[in-house]
């Protein structure tokens, strides 16, 4: 090989690898975004899990409560208490 071939094959090898080394660097910067984009979603996450955990806690007294409800109510109704009550308040 001529000087010159190795010359011109050396600045096309150079050339690749600043543009490899360019790409690299967009990756780079890509993926702190990307590590700061993860870390805010899951604070967001954790926030969220919070959030419904008292919500549920809030709630599932309130759920008890109904569903003792409804049990009262279908036993009266089976009963025929209800009916009675209604005979009462009718006449």
Known sequence: MTKIYEADL?????????KLDDKIDGVDK???KQQANLEEHMLRSAAN?????????KITPVLIQF???V???ILLLSSGV????????VK
């Open 49 to 57: 899990e919070r959030a419904v955990e008292e919500l549920k806690n």
């Open 82 to 89: 209800v009916w009675k009550l209604v005979q009462l308040f």
């Open 71 to 73: 049990k009262i109510i």
């Open 10 to 18: 050396m600045d096309r090898v150079l050339d690749k690898l600043d």
């Open 67 to 69: 569903n003792m409800a």
């Open 30 to 32: 890509t993926l702190v």
